[in-house]
C-alpha cells in the first residue's frame, strides 16, 4: 500500500511541483494538497484564513490518514505542519531566512511561529547551505537538517552552444520589485547607448510587467527586449538554449533553481552579489556577482563577460559538470524521498 503525504504549500509553484513529482516517482508516494484560496492581494482576507487553515488541516487529516505532512516556508504553511497534529513532519525553508521583509511588524511574530516550526518539525529542508548557516544561528537540532537542493531535470535542461557574435540574454525571475528587472534594464540602456549589439529575453509574468515594458520604451530598447509572459517550464529550456548569458538580480535568496537551469543549458551566468549566490558563484570564475542596483557595474560586467570568450566558454563546461554532480534531480530526490521512507519506519515504531 502506497503511503501518503499531505503537501501544504502553493501547489502551482515550481518549485512545489519538482519536489511532489519527486516523490511521487521515487518514492512511490501519494500525495494530497491543501492550500490557501485567498490571493496575497486581498491581504486581511487571506491572514483571516491562515487563522482558520488549522481546523481546515485537521479535518482533511482525519478524512485522508497522510502518514506524513511535509510544507513549505517555516514561516507559514511550515507552522501550520507543526501544529497540524501528525506524527511526522518535515518542512522547507525556502529563503535564506523566510524571515522576510525584515521591516515588517510581523517580524518578531514570524520569528516565533519559524522557532516553533523548527522545534516540531522531525525533519527541516536547506535547500542551499546559505539556509542552514541560518539555521544553526537560530539553534536548530542540525542533525534534523537535510542540506540538499531538490535539483533539476538534466533530460529536459541540456547544454547547447550558442556561437552567437552577440549578448544574448535572458531574465527568468518573477517580474516583482525584489528581482529588480528595472535594474537590468537601465545596464542595457547604458549597453545600447554604447552601440553594442543585444537582444533581452525577459520571461514570466507579475505585478511589474507594464511598468517594465514602459522602462524599455523610455530607454528606447524596446525593440531589443522580449516579454515572453508566462510560459510553461517545458518551453524554457528552448530559450535558455538560445541565450548566452544568463541574469539574476533578487535582493534576496535562498536556492534559486532558475540558476541551476541556466547553468545546464550553458547559460553564462551574472546575478547579484549576496550570500545566496555567493554559495554557487566566484566572481569571474564560474559567473560574475553584482552590487544590488548597480547599473553601471552590471553594464561593465556584461561587456567584460562577453568579451571574454574563452573564459566564458570554459566556465559553461565546468557550471554543467558542477550542476551534474550537485544539483541533480534523479539522484537528489531518490535521496530526499528514502529520507522520508526512513523518517516514517523510525517514527511509526
Not at 544568463?246 to 550570500?275: K, Q, R
Not at 554559495?279 to 564560474?286: K, T
Request: overall charge positive; some cysteine.
Amino acid at each position: 500500500m502506497k503511503r501518503k503525504i499531505l503537501f501544504l504549500g502553493e501547489s502551482y509553484r515550481a518549485d512545489a511541483i519538482t519536489w511532489m513529482k519527486g516523490l511521487k516517482e521515487f518514492g512511490d508516494f501519494e500525495i494530497i494538497t491543501w492550500e490557501l484560496q485567498t490571493s496575497n492581494n486581498q491581504r486581511f482576507k487571506r491572514i483571516l484564513e491562515y487563522f482558520f487553515a488549522p481546523i481546515s488541516i485537521r479535518k482533511i487529516i482525519k478524512k485522508e490518514k497522510p502518514d506524513m505532512v511535509i510544507a513549505e516556508r517555516t514561516t507559514s504553511y511550515g507552522f501550520l505542519a507543526a501544529i497540524s497534529g501528525s506524527k511526522t513532519i518535515a518542512i522547507a525553508q525556502q529563503g535564506r531566512t523566510d524571515l522576510w521583509p525584515e521591516k515588517s511588524k510581523l517580524y518578531p511574530f514570524k520569528k516565533f511561529i519559524q522557532k516553533y516550526a523548527f522545534k516540531k518539525a522531525h525533519l527541516i529542508h536547506a535547500w542551499g547551505p546559505v539556509m542552514a548557516i541560518h539555521m544553526k544561528a537560530t539553534g536548530v537540532d542540525m542533525n534534523k537538517v537535510l542540506v540538499l537542493p531538490k535539483g533539476i531535470d538534466l533530460a529536459l535542461f541540456t547544454p547547447s552552444t550558442n556561437n552567437s557574435n552577440k549578448i544574448e540574454a535572458i531574465v527568468t525571475r518573477s517580474l516583482q520589485p525584489e528581482y529588480r528587472h528595472d535594474s537590468i534594464l537601465k545596464a542595457f540602456g547604458i549597453l545600447n547607448q554604447n552601440g553594442i549589439d543585444f537582444s533581452l529575453t525577459i520571461v514570466g509574468d507579475g505585478t511589474r510587467l507594464q511598468y517594465l515594458k514602459d522602462l524599455a520604451k523610455e530607454l528606447q530598447i524596446e525593440n531589443k527586449v522580449i516579454f515572453t509572459g508566462r510560459i510553461p517550464n517545458t518551453e524554457l529550456p528552448k530559450l535558455l538554449q538560445q541565450s548566452n548569458i544568463y541574469i539574476s538580480m533578487p535582493i534576496t535568496e535562498g536556492v534559486s533553481a532558475s540558476l541551476f537551469e541556466a547553468m545546464a543549458c550553458n547559460c553564462y551566468p551574472i546575478v547579484s552579489d549576496i550570500p545566496g549566490n555567493q554559495s554557487w558563484i566566484n566572481h569571474r570564475e564560474n559567473g560574475q556577482l553584482i552590487e544590488i542596483d548597480n547599473i553601471e557595474m552590471l553594464a561593465e560586467e556584461l561587456i567584460w563577460s562577453f568579451e571574454n570568450s574563452e573564459l566564458r566558454n570554459e566556465t559553461i563546461i565546468r557550471n554543467r559538470k558542477f550542476v551534474e554532480e550537485n544539483a541533480s534531480y534523479d539522484i537528489n530526490m531518490k535521496v530526499i524521498s528514502e529520507k522520508y521512507q526512513e523518517l516514517l519506519d523510525s517514527c511509526s515504531k
